[in-house]
């Protein structure tokens, strides 16, 4: 017996290296080119549910403090994440919206009914003018979206003139005389919104026929096309073999826009929240996970007819579905935000940061109170969520260069199916310091892991950041101390240009390292 522990002791030491090194991610620093657009790290605002009106903008006269209506907390909070780009009026709200009711006096503004979303009035108190003053307070760059279902041709490309025009024109006389002198700046417009469905029912061959007809009047800098949906490749073939059969069609067409939404069991019965077993928890990661060939896919197309790069694939939506919070009305998409939806956020933005050659933009839906939210307010409180700590976390890789990665670990399994446990994406900034984001999908294990780095000599400094809670389900909740939030993470060691690190269950690890 003695002799018999004695062969189990020395196996399980013995084999203690052989198992630590199960877990290897190698990045390759010597084969970096592309660079991890800023804009990546975007978000999205329609007017649904409590996302604008109780939201980002309580009104002017409200109690809770506000610049021109717009709270200030919710301000401070998200520059924070140093916000690049936020898309708005929608969504499929967006297909609806009558600009010229959002301009003007507030209180000669016309009471119309949001049909998509809960049939409720939209008094357009929040407008063109409202938005922008936001975006400057954010100091983000707008990314407005035209109604091209049941607006008219003229009507897009008037607002294109009343938002970014410097000359004198009816129309921008109409913007001064609304108290905006001088123009915006506004890049980024996109010529409708998922016109499959909620934008207009089209099929590709119509939809691409009218975005050109659209996009030839519209008179900006960077124009993002309404994309099929997910799994519909030959929408995006449809639109890229006939977009370049146009006479310099990179200027009609810079971007295809990509939506994509994680949801946990089905689109009937989405699951809740924050109530869920390990099995959701599991589907969550994997439909997370599944997003990248799909990805992948669309991309071999875009490469196919547009090998020079030109048009760019914007994924400005994205991010957890669940069922709406109990007792919510079921048109406001209001949902709870955990430990999951952190590991969702790390794995999708692993997975973009990864694409970045093709993917230069995404837009998180819905920034606060909507879907997968960076903010939740209650009155006047408000949380930040896990994910708002994965954005914040994540901040250091816009605009850096993306280091690929490969991963070989141990598979995270549930039933009959299994995954990669880790998920990872790493960049080195304008400084040369390297940035790597790495997160353990596996809510039970710890992951002893080396992370080998070719093209690095030694590791001169190192800094770890760790996001993770007790409980899969941990979240943040009003008027009580938070659950999950970032702290200082240290259980690495340094071996010359390698790490050893143990990356705990359900966790999102940052480490910031210098080296030659
Ligand atoms: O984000 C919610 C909705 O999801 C958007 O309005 C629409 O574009 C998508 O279907």
Redesign the pocket.
């Known amino acids: 017996m003695k002799h018999f522990l004695k062969l189990i002791f020395f196996l399980l030491f013995s084999l203690q290296p052989i198992l630590a090194q199960q877990n290897i991610i190698t990045l390759h620093l010597d084969k970096s080119k592309d660079t991890i657009s800023k804009h990546i790290y975007g978000h999205f605002a ?1 007017h ?1 549910g409590r996302g604008i009106y109780d939201g980002f903008y309580v009104g002017k006269d409200s109690e809770i403090p506000n610049i021109n209506g717009i709270r200030t907390d919710i301000v401070e909070a998200l520059k924070e994440l140093d916000i690049p780009v936020l898309r708005w009026p ?4 967006a297909e609806q919206y009558q600009w010229k009711d959002g301009i003007g006096p507030v209180d000669q503004r016309p009471l119309v009914v949001n049909t ?1 979303w809960g049939g409720v009035t939209e008094d357009n108190s929040f407008g063109t003018h409202e938005f922008l003053e936001l975006c400057e307070l954010l100091d983000t760059e707008p990314y407005i979206a035209v109604n091209i279902a049941s607006g008219t041709v003229k009507d897009a490309y008037q607002w294109i003139e009343y938002v970014t025009s410097n000359t004198d024109s009816e129309i921008t006389r109409l913007r001064k005389k609304n108290g905006r002198e001088q123009p915006w700046d506004v890049k980024f417009w996109g010529i409708g ?2 016109n499959w ?2 934008g207009g029912s089209m099929d590709a061959d119509y939809y691409t026929d009218v975005f050109k007809r659209f996009s030839t009047y519209c008179n900006a800098e960077y124009k993002i096309a309404s994309g099929g949906v997910f799994d519909d490749l030959e929408w995006t073939r449809t639109f890229m073999s006939e977009i370049k059969e146009v006479p310099n069609f990179i200027d009609i067409a810079h971007g295809m826009s990509y ?1 994509y939404y994680t949801i946990a069991n089905n689109w009937e019965v989405k699951g809740s929240s924050t109530d869920f077993e390990e099995s959701e928890w599991f589907s969550s990661m994997y439909n997370t996970l599944k997003m990248e060939a799909n990805l992948k896919d669309h991309i071999a197309i875009m490469d196919e007819y547009d090998p020079d790069n030109n048009i760019a694939l914007i994924a400005d ?1 994205w991010g957890t579905w669940y069922d709406v919070e109990p007792g919510t009305n079921p048109g406001f ?1 209001y949902q709870q935000n955990t430990m999951r939806d952190a590991l969702v956020a790390a794995i999708g933005l692993n997975i973009f940061n990864n694409n970045s050659r093709r993917i230069k933009m995404a837009n998180i ?2 920034t606060v109170n909507v ?1 997968q939210a960076m903010i939740l307010t209650k009155g006047s409180q408000m949380v930040k969520t896990p994910t708002f700590y994965v954005f914040k976390m994540y901040k250091i890789h816009q605009d850096a260069i993306q280091i690929p990665s490969e991963i070989s670990s141990m598979n995270y399994s549930v039933k009959e199916d299994e995954i990669p446990s880790l998920s990872v994406s790493a960049s080195r900034d304008k400084n040369g310091v390297i940035h790597i984001t790495v997160a353990n999908l596996n809510p039970k294990d710890d992951l002893e892991t080396m992370i080998d780095i070719k093209g690095l000599l030694d590791i001169k400094g190192l800094e770890g950041e760790i996001l993770t809670a007790k409980t899969m389900n941990a979240y943040n909740d009003f008027g009580k101390a938070e659950k999950v939030q970032a702290s200082e993470f240290k259980n690495y060691e340094i071996k010359e240009a390698a790490i050893n690190i143990n990356i705990p269950s359900k966790s999102v690890v940052l480490l910031t390292l210098n080296g030659n």
């Open positions: 329609e649904l929608g969504g499929c709200f998509f919104n998922e469905g909620c939506h939506e998409l839906a819905q879907l």
